[in-house]
């Protein structure tokens, strides 16, 4: 019933990665907030003295070459895993004897059925899921439901007009309902927001033929808070994935500290913007994984420590550590330019996606902003 993560990687790596297929392969367990979307690049970092069992995993995958299961930390074993946590393949791997080092990048969802007792007798520490891959479906456009398949000799616009005459559907009834319509109004919003990367730009309007890819693309790349992304990952319909987050960024909203019981808001949705480095997951010294929100400007903060240049995750900026003004509690940090290979913007802010909800309200908040 299953397949060998190990056999069946080195032979066939798409085969493994079909849909609806049972597989075995190794878990890592990450933070509930930082499980990536396929497609994205994952940084993992690992001390060995405390972290072992998680090195050991990330190093037996690397050097099996077999795929991985990143898993909400919160799973418990050996029960089934909420759908759709990825598979991943390390790309980069180290180990200097304090640290392990790496690079994952995912590839496709997988819903966790079970976790079994390591069958590694070297690395006994090793979790082995039984999972299954998961598809992705995609419904035809609402405007080409009357318009039988074998008209192909038509042009797409063609087919959609006689549909429409056809159905009696009005054309806002058919937009509204559109998956490739969302596609535009969420590729409008990418474009501002990466206007500063060329190379973004580029993707975005390649991947935007893919519904499947640019779904896993924007919700890697808009803010959002980590409950709204899990469900965003566990739905296997593409159409609703985009219709989703084409609704929600129609509204005007709002950036507040994600602190229970703190209505402090810290930032405009239009303050927000990717820098040239993408604002994917960084991880500090430490080992901790953050995902950020980057914002122009910010409000209602407190800053706690001197800048910084050392071990900054955006070359040329020194960093310092925010809180929240109300509750006191952490929430990002400044960036500001301290060297001439700086991105152009004396300053800029990066806030914690754990620590920050995104939220509709009927006028944005207009408090004066601090630079």
């Not at 299954?132 to 042009?155: E, G, K, M, Q």
């Not at 509204?176 to 990367?197: H, P, Q, V, Y």
């Not at 896993?216 to 803010?223: F, I, N």
């Not at 953050?290 to 910084?308: C, F, G, S, V, W």
Request: aromatic residues 10%; charged residues 20%; glycine residues 6%.
């Amino acid at each position: 019933m299953y397949e060998a993560g190990r056999d069946t990687r080195a032979t066939n790596p798409d085969e493994f990665l079909e849909p609806t297929r049972y597989v075995r392969l190794p878990i890592l367990r990450v933070p509930d907030f930082h499980v990536p979307f396929p497609g994205q690049k994952y940084p993992l970092r690992f001390r060995l003295d405390s972290q072992r069992a998680s090195a050991q995993t990330v190093g037996y995958a690397f050097e099996k070459a077999i795929y991985l299961g990143l898993i909400p930390a919160s799973s418990p074993a050996p029960q089934p895993t909420p759908s759709g946590q990825p598979a991943a393949e390390i790309e980069v791997y180290s180990n200097d004897g304090t640290y392990c080092v790496a690079t994952a990048v995912t590839e496709h969802r997988l819903q966790v059925l079970g976790v079994a007792e390591s069958v590694i007798p070297e690395s006994p520490s090793i979790e082995i899921a039984e999972a299954v891959i998961l598809p992705d479906h995609t419904l035809r456009p609402l405007a080409l439901a009357t318009v039988p398949n074998s008209w192909t000799r038509f042009s797409a616009d063609t087919r959609r007009h006689l549909g429409e005459k056809w159905s009696g559907y009005p054309r806002w009834l058919t937009n509204g309902f559109s998956t490739e319509a969302n596609i535009g109004r969420l590729k409008r919003l990418l474009d501002i927001w990466f206007s500063r990367d060329s190379s973004a730009l580029h993707d975005f309007e390649v991947q935007a033929e893919d519904p499947v890819q640019f779904s896993y693309t924007a919700v890697s790349c808009l803010p959002m808070i980590p409950d709204v992304r899990r469900r965003l990952l566990e739905t296997d319909s593409v159409d609703d994935r985009i219709a989703t987050m084409s609704m929600s960024y129609n509204q005007e909203m709002v950036l507040k500290c994600g602190y229970p019981g703190c209505d402090m808001t810290l930032a405009n949705f239009d303050d927000i913007f990717c820098p040239k480095t993408k604002a994917g997951p960084y991880v500090n010294t430490h080992g901790y994984m953050h995902q950020l929100i980057t914002a122009r400007r910010l409000q209602n903060y407190i800053p706690i420590t001197e800048p910084n240049a050392e071990f900054s995750w955006f070359s040329g900026y020194a960093w310092q550590i925010l809180e929240c003004e109300d509750c006191g509690r952490h929430i990002g940090w400044r960036f500001s330019a301290s060297a001439p290979d700086a991105e152009g913007m004396p300053a800029f802010y990066g806030l914690s996606r754990a620590q920050v909800r995104l939220v509709a309200v009927q006028s944005a908040d207009t408090d004066r902003t601090r630079e």
